[in-house]
Structures are given as C-alpha cells and as structure tokens.
C-alpha cells in the first residue's frame, strides 16, 4: 500500500506534538537538553517520514530507530522525574 507524502508529513506532525505534549511540562523547567533531544527527534522523525521510500530498507530502519529513541527519551525523563 502506498502511503502518500502528505499523509506522512500529517503523521509526523501529530506524532511530534504529541510527544511534545506529553511530559513537557515539568521536565521542561528542569531538563531543557533532554526535552530539546525530544524535538530534534521528533523533527528527524518527521523528515524521515518524508522522504522517498525507496532507500533499501534503511530508510524505515532510521524510523524504527528514532521511534526507540524518542521513547528512550521519554523514559529517562520520567525516571529522572520520580528520582530527582
């Protein structure tokens, strides 16, 4: 199935605001690298997402691997919330 550039790109962006969303409140004040670490991932995501398909499979790879990230991210943010 064939999933359009557009649809991707709205994909990439609600996934980024979410993401943005979600935790950024406290964590903001306290750990700017982290939540910054957060956007360029979601930024990289949203590129990834829109790029040609067509890169051997690597391409999803990055995306797989920046998903992992991103909540890597997010796990370490909340750790460092419950043990400050």
Known sequence: MQISKFRLA????VTAASFS??????????????????????QALFELQTADPDKGGHRDMAVDLVHRAIDQV???IDYADLHP
């Open 10 to 13: 709205v994909a990439g962006v």
């Open 21 to 42: 969303l979600a935790g950024a409140g406290v964590a903001a004040a306290y750990q700017p690298h982290m939540v910054n670490a957060r956007e360029h991932l979601n």
């Open 74 to 76: 997010n796990m370490g």
